[in-house]
């Protein structure tokens, strides 16, 4: 196996092992075939495993590369997340790797700050004018330095924080617009563990879904798909049974056998509803949960619940009791359940249906692996390593007080979940970051968030560095690694390395803190290095089999009934008529999808839109608007006004209008820019992080543009046919 | 052995996801048009996911429908090229020869499936793009058809293998993009004319149905119905 660590070295060499010294001599070794590497044969192709970074999820990947260059990326058949399955985000990983507008090079501003025009300087220069206002602020006021990323896991995460602990700041923000805030407190209420479940789908009979995106976003897309699949058809005589309840028809909602709608924001509601249903007839396996929580749940009769929530009481009734004798039974809240202004309830509502059925701990139940367990050797450190996903917003929102206040005096800024663009306009995060005397930004395209920074780094792609990450879901304790699959494109340095760097030139609390020359060493010493375990991990892709995978039962003696806290959504009805139902998009995610031409070309499953962002409302309510198909419209809330084209969707509740988020960019290059307007600046700057929050207008509008929809080249066929 | 490839799609799986379309894309350098020509119904992509709308609200179902090419056993295409570009291949696939072909466009007017699409025009990939481009096939140039072929290359890819081991295919060892990523499973692929694969036994499957199968074009692609209730 020396080759192949020869090869690796080699690849990785430009990147780690000269942080600060040229690597020109490496390169020219490599590019040129006169005496082609080991491992390359000219038309002969290879695959490695590394790990997908389009989104949380954490899927395992294998890469085909060619001659140098990556060709194709397939999901690893060995990784537990998604057994050799990939969704269309994470193949289109490659056109962010190869992408025209990818930095190449570092930048220093050239013109007035937000402008977006910088002049390319050497990797050198970029580091000591990183390093001047460190080594100053370490100094004089270590508390000013902010550091702003997205969720970093694995050993990224305990270099970031080591970092940040050492210099003397405890100013490390991370954020995630799509973080399981309501679902982590909704468990920790039930289940007694501040954590995500595990729903093994696979074995389960029935399956409730409350605004579930588990099959396009959600928490881990591919792992949930490929599990659904399997609950409907790899057993020879069960058949899951699939029931939604939600506000619109979703791509999700299309694969129920029963689609229930419900009035937005009362998914928690209808759940309760159904655990009413199961304890009044004595349906339930846990008859001690039941019994302590029957006072409680006493107001909510079905009838009560159909008032509130517009889903008939001889529905609830019905699913209730299908749910309590086709078990196991799993009950699943989804984004637009979660990211409500009262997510923690109706998230803690659909748990507690799985805390009745006593289905916890049991295969085709809820279970709780323990993430922490794969980094226990790290003691305390190991939240840095495997941190719960939250969204941030709270400490966002500090940061973006603190920063108004003048409290910073340097921001490094890293990852994709762009806040500039995610956040609601209201919290005026742009001018409050505008404040702060000198901004770093570790990036690999400039978007409305790094675009204001005073210095850009660019960083590898996840196909080009090294890393290792632990799943949210379905990880069965596997640490996956992440390696460099082809040689790095751009002169690009990854910010695990260069905290390290600079750790190293502070000297003192931080060189101890990162005792390491690169990134690549951290992670050798960590997982046994060349010649050890680590050289199988990486062909394999991660560490798969060799820890625990047993599950968790999880601990419902501590349930405590979910109290509805009554926040209403922002908006006179009267004013406002329909709920504006947000959710991420399938293609785009939270946005960062958006500069990749494959991904604003693949049809969007439900309305079959290209290219550009749209409003889905009932046709029924849109002719009472005067509203036909494409036509422009103002979409109005208190907070903000955008403009967006009218798709109809026959399945969506006639008193919401629903959009997708991720299009609307200003700043994110030519594919990206000017495709809509951006639906987060509806939102309200709330207490809490909520994007089921605000209620909205609609008025026709005359707009130059047009929506594009691929629907049926075929013309009609009959779909009672397909049936 | 003889090879007789076909697809099922399970349609009682599928979710719309979409992930089959970027892989296809990603393994058949099919070209970007962007959202003017999509428009005029220049979309490149070789397979697509249908949605039809069933019932009105509160009772209205979405369906989803991944159309590829049918490799049809008796393609209505074939018989119309003036120019033998479209042909049946060994395995019985419905095979394109870019290099005969001079775009009368014929065969696409001839497919009842709408599954061929036409270059327009010489498509670009802006540098470093066309660094991703994969080696096994060729980007199709201006005036010429183009369509599904089950992955042609991979299943080469899969055979070669094979014949240095000097043995036969195995079921599961060939299989195009889409059918390798599909999340929920809905896509399947295999030899018919080997009893024992995996695609044999699910086309047995009552569920069965073709694609306009009135036609008699003995589509290659074999549908199953969405099922209703719990049980099987």
């Known amino acids: 196996m020396l080759h192949r660590r020869q090869f690796l070295k080699l690849g990785g060499a430009t990147a780690f092992a000269t942080l600060f010294g ?492 990162l005792p390491w020359g690169s990134f690549k060493e951290c992670l050798d010493k960590a997982y046994g290095g060349p010649g050890g375990q680590m050289e199988i991990a990486l062909q394999r892709g991660g560490f798969f089999g060799e820890s625990s995978s047993q599950r968790s039962g999880a601990r419902t003696g501590t349930v405590a009934f979910p109290k509805g806290t009554e926040r209403p959504i922002d908006g006179d009805p009267k004013a406002f008529p329909l709920a504006l139902h947000l959710y991420p998009s399938v293609t785009l995610y939270d946005g960062r999808g958006a500069n990749l031409p494959w991904l604003q070309e693949m049809p969007d499953p439900v309305t079959t839109a290209v290219w550009r962002n749209w409003v889905e409302v009932n046709p029924k309510t849109a002719a009472g608007l005067g509203l036909s198909e494409g036509d422009g419209v103002t979409v109005t809330s208190p907070s903000g006004k955008i403009t967006a084209h009218v798709t109809f969707n026959p399945g969506i509740a006639p008193d919401v209008a629903a959009m997708p988020l991720g299009q609307g960019h200003t700043r994110y290059g030519k594919t990206a820019n000017g495709r809509g307007e951006n639906p987060f600046a509806l939102l309200p700057a709330g207490e809490t992080y909520a994007l089921q929050a605000t209620r909205v207008s609609l008025t026709k509008t005359k707009l130059p543009t047009r929506l594009v929809r691929f629907a049926h080249p075929e013309g009609q066929w009959k779909i009672s046919n397909l049936m | 052995m003889e090879i007789k490839w076909a697809m099922a799609i399970d349609l009682d799986r599928c979710t719309g996801c979409g992930a089959c379309v970027v892989a296809c894309v990603a393994e058949n350098n099919i070209p970007v048009v962007g959202e003017a020509e999509v428009e005029k119904g220049r979309l490149m992509q070789w397979i697509r996911v249908a949605r039809y709308w069933e019932g009105e609200y509160p009772e209205a179902q979405a369906v989803y429908l991944p159309v590829p090419c049918m490799q049809c056993e008796r393609a209505p295409c074939e018989t119309v090229c003036p120019v033998y570009a479209t042909y049946h291949n060994e395995d019985g696939l419905n095979a394109m020869v870019y290099n005969r072909c001079v775009g009368t466009r014929y065969c696409a007017n001839n497919c009842p499936y709408s599954v061929r699409v036409f270059n327009w025009f010489d498509h670009v990939w802006e540098k470093p793009l066309d660094e991703q481009l994969s080696p096994d096939l060729t980007t199709r140039s201006r005036g010429v058809m183009e369509k599904c072929t089950f992955c042609i290359q991979r299943i080469r890819r899969a055979k070669e293998t094979a014949a240095e081991e000097g043995r036969e295919i195995r079921d599961g060892e060939a299989v195009p993009a889409c059918v390798q990523t599909c999340p929920p499973g809905a896509l399947l692929f295999g030899n018919v004319a080997d009893p024992h694969s995996e695609i044999a036994r699910k086309l047995k499957d009552p569920r069965r149905f073709r694609l306009m199968e009135h036609l008699g074009t003995e589509p290659r692609v074999v549908y199953l119905k969405r099922q209703k209730g719990a049980g099987r």
């Open chain 1, 22 to 513: 040229g690597c020109d001599k490496m390169q020219r070794t490599l590019i040129p075939f006169v005496i082609p590497p080991e491992n390359t044969t000219l038309g002969e192709a290879l695959w490695y495993a590394s790990v997908c970074g389009q989104c949380p999820a954490g899927c395992g990947i294998v890469v085909r590369v060619s001659e140098g260059r990556a060709k194709k990326i397939e999901g690893n058949p060995r990784h537990p997340v998604n057994r050799g399955r990939l969704c269309a985000r994470g193949q289109a990983a490659l056109q962010a790797l190869y992408h025209p507008e990818r930095l190449s090079r570092p930048m220093k501003l050239s013109g007035t700050r937000g402008s977006g025009t910088y002049a390319p300087i050497s990797w050198e220069e970029a580091l000591s004018l990183l390093m001047v206002p460190l080594k100053k602020v370490q100094a004089e006021a270590p508390a000013s330095l902010l550091m702003l990323t997205e969720p970093m896991r694995g050993h990224a995460g305990l270099v970031a924080g080591r970092f940040m602990k050492a210099f003397g700041s405890k100013h490390r923000v991370a954020w995630d617009p799509f973080g399981a805030d309501a679902m982590l407190s909704a468990n920790a209420a039930i289940h007694g563990i501040r954590d995500l479940p595990e729903h093994d789908l696979a074995n389960a009979r029935y399956l409730l879904s409350f605004s579930g995106d588990f099959l396009e976003t959600g928490i881990s897309p591919v792992h949930y798909a490929r599990a659904y699949g399997r609950m409907r058809g790899d057993r020879e005589t069960i058949r899951g049974k699939f029931v939604h309840f939600g506000p619109r028809l979703s791509m999700t909602a299309a694969a129920a056998d029963l689609f229930l709608p419900c009035t937005p924001g009362t998914e928690g509601i209808v759940a309760l509803g159904i655990a009413h249903v199961m304890v009044r007839d004595r349906l339930t396996a846990a008859s001690a949960v039941a019994g302590r929580l029957a006072d409680d749940l006493s107001a909510y009769p079905p009838e009560a619940v159909e008032r509130l929530t517009g889903v008939h009481a001889h529905d609830i009734a019905a699913v209730a009791e299908e749910f309590a004798r086709n078990q196991p039974g799993i009950a699943i809240p989804g984004t637009g359940a979660a990211t409500g202004p009262d997510g923690a309830f109706h998230c803690a509502g659909v748990a507690l249906l799985n805390a009745l059925a006593g289905n916890a701990g049991k295969p085709g139940g809820v279970s709780f692996p323990n993430r922490a367990l794969a980094f226990a050797r790290y003691g305390s450190e190991a939240a840095l390593l495997a941190p719960a996903p939250e969204s941030g917003y709270a400490a966002m929102r500090d940061a973006i007080d603190k920063m108004r206040g003048g409290a910073f005096r340097i921001a490094i800024l890293s990852g994709a979940t762009n806040p500039a663009f995610t956040l609601p306009p209201s919290l005026k995060f742009s001018e409050a970051l505008s404040k702060v005397p000198f901004i770093a930004a570790f990036a690999s395209f400039l978007d409305e968030t790094t675009s204001q920074a005073d210095l850009v780094l660019p960083v590898p792609t996840a196909l080009e560095a090294w890393g290792d990450d632990l799943a949210p879901v379905g990880h069965s304790g596997a640490v996956t690694l992440c390696q460099p699959v082809v040689v790095p494109f751009h002169d690009t340095r990854s910010m695990p390395d260069v905290l390290i760097a600079a750790a190293g030139e502070l000297g003192g609390k931080p060189a101890k803190a």
